[in-house]
């Protein structure tokens, strides 16, 4: 899987979870959904569950923090960087 399919798939997950009945046009890749509300930390528990899911995080063996779920960028990067399913 692409990093341009990972981000559609995760834009996709952000906007239908979090965004729903909203204009989400300004959702950018390096949009900040911590500050502006957007993820809170139960969000943060519904998309570590997603990944998880999804994409095979192992989460108990990664560190990880706020700023790895910040934008949709960082949010790539981590899976990218620690998912098997992105393995090529």
Known sequence: ????????????????EFLAGEDASDLT?????????????LGLVRLLSHFTQVYQIPV????????????????????TAHSPATAA
């Open 60 to 79: 108990d063996d990664i560190e990880f923090g706020p700023d790895d779920f910040r934008t949709l960028d960082a949010i790539v990067a981590m899976i």
């Open 29 to 41: 890749g390096d949009y900040d959904l911590i500050d502006s509300g957007v993820i809170h930390s």
């Open 1 to 16: 899987m692409s990093s341009t399919d990972i981000a559609g798939e995760v834009r996709a997950f952000v906007v239908a």
